[in-house]
C-alpha cells in the first residue's frame, strides 16, 4: 500500500558525489517524515539524513557539510545531494517514510566509493 523507489546509485571516485532520489506513493495524503538510511557490510543500518513534515533536517554527524536532504516539489519524494564521498560512504542506500506510525523501506541503491 505504500511503495518507495530509490535511485541514483554508483560508484564513484572519492571526492566525488552522487545524488539520489526517492519517490513515495500508495495511501498517503499527508506529508510524512522521510529520510536516508544506509548499510554496510557487516553493519546495522544507521540513520544518514533526516526531514520532517516541516523541514527540519538532521544529519548524521559523519556527513554533516557533507550531504544536503531535500524534498521535492511533488509530495513525498526526497533528495539526498552527496557530496566529497568517502570510501566509507559505501553501503547501500534506504528511502524511509513514517506513515501512521510505521517504518516504510525502498529496496536499496548501491553507492560504492573507490579510493
Known amino acids: 500500500q505504500v511503495r518507495l523507489v530509490e535511485s541514483g546509485g554508483g560508484l564513484v571516485q572519492a571526492g566525488g558525489s552522487l545524488r539520489l532520489s526517492c519517490s513515495a506513493s500508495?495511501?498517503?495524503?499527508?506529508?510524512?517524515?522521510m529520510g536516508w538510511y544506509r548499510q554496510a557490510p557487516g553493519k546495522e543500518r544507521e540513520l544518514v539524513a533526516d526531514?520532517?513534515?516541516?523541514?527540519?533536517?538532521v544529519y548524521a554527524e559523519s556527513v554533516k557539510g557533507r550531504f544536503i536532504i531535500s524534498r521535492g516539489y511533488i509530495r513525498n519524494t526526497v533528495f539526498l545531494q552527496m557530496n566529497g564521498l568517502k570510501p566509507e560512504d559505501t553501503a547501500v542506500y534506504y528511502c524511509n517514510i513514517l506513515h501512521l506510525g510505521d517504518n516504510y523501506w525502498g529496496q536499496g541503491t548501491q553507492v560504492t566509493v573507490s579510493s
Open positions: 500508495g495511501s498517503i495524503t499527508t506529508l510524512n517524515p
Open positions: 526531514i520532517t513534515e516541516r523541514d527540519v533536517a
